[in-house]
């Protein structure tokens, strides 16, 4: 099945370089191009792309508030947040407006393809390297009440506690099995359960979950 990707940035020419490797990779296709947060917005409406690669800094809407309102939508598409090293700040923002992932713009064309396909697969790009340290770091310096209790995890069993910390640690479904001495399906049934308990989009909701709950420390 074809891949639609809708392309969002302020720079005519990353969105021409975006738009000829999703041209030259099979199965991808590229449903259309935003160059604000707003187009971005109206488009994902229009267009129902499958995923929408989103750049953070634009004029006008930003690329936070439109991935808030993008995921905010009925049967919304999944959004991959393609980013640079020195917009980290804004990573975790995008993260908790919705985003189930995100990629670097100077990363290597093969991964961010890899990207879009884990993401439309309805996985979440969670790197370990990358991802948990940002996530870690924004959560040491937490804005005004955004930091959760433990009665969030109200409901969730020892075990599932257990899956939910290592999950916060950037641990496959294969790796926790092998963690818990447990089968892969189980590991994939526990992982399911706590995004059905917890009302998590995906598994990046769930790395944050186990960082505002105290399951995992942040990084010093």
Same mark, same amino acid.
């Given at each position: 099945m074809t891949i639609r990707v809708l392309l969002v940035d302020d720079q005519p020419l990353v969105r021409s370089g975006l738009r000829l490797l999703v041209a030259d990779t099979p199965g991808l296709e590229a449903a259309g +191009?935003?160059?604000t947060g707003a187009e971005?917005?109206?488009l994902a409406a229009d267009l129902r792309p499958d995923v929408v690669v989103m750049d953070i800094r634009m004029p006008g809407m930003d690329g936070i508030e439109a991935t808030r309102l993008i995921t905010s939508a009925p049967e919304a598409p999944r959004v991959l947040i393609l980013t640079t090293f020195d +917009? &980290? +700040?804004h990573v975790y923002g995008a993260l908790r /407006? !919705? /985003?189930s992932g995100f990629a670097v713009k100077d990363m290597a064309l093969d991964d961010i393809i890899s990207a879009v396909r884990v993401v439309a697969a309805g996985d979440a790009l969670i /790197?370990? !390297?990358v991802t948990r340290r940002l996530i870690a770091a924004f959560l040491d310096r937490p804005s005004p009440g955004s930091r959760r209790n433990s009665r969030a995890l109200a409901g969730i069993t020892t075990r599932e506690k257990e899956v939910l910390t290592l999950i916060g640690l950037g641990r496959s479904n294969s790796e926790? /099995? &092998?963690e818990l001495f447990i089968t892969a399906a189980t590991a994939k049934s526990h992982v399911a359960r706590l995004l059905?308990?917890?009302n998590a989009r995906d598994r990046v909701q769930l790395v944050i979950t186990a960082y505002e709950t105290g399951l995992v420390a942040p990084s010093p």
């Open positions: +191009e935003a160059a971005a917005v109206a +917009e &980290d +700040e /407006a !919705g /985003a /790197a370990p !390297g926790i /099995a &092998d059905a308990k917890l």
